[in-house]
């Protein structure tokens, strides 16, 4: 008797950005659905997840998207994103 094969979700997060450094591993920054919406949540991520000596290391950020099923697929990379910039505080006058 075979098991039955469950998918857990019915569409899973399908889009991320990583953090990319030249001397340590990625860093995961942000996951969701869709492009845009990676895109939108991107710049709160980076000054939440990293800390000043990981973004001043940071050389790029990748843009991926997750090919094939739920458990057996991998990330490919889509393009690679600005990285974010302090804003800058307005002088009182």
Known sequence: MSMPNYQTEA????????????????????????????????RTAFFEVLDDEERAACKSIALERWHGAPDAGRCVHQSTLAIPVAEKLALSA
Not at 15 to 24: G, H, Y
């Open 11 to 42: 569409k899973p997060q399908c889009w991320r950005a990583v953090a990319v450094f030249d001397d340590r591993p990625e860093i995961l920054l942000y996951l969701n659905r869709s492009s845009p919406q990676v895109r939108a949540g991107l």
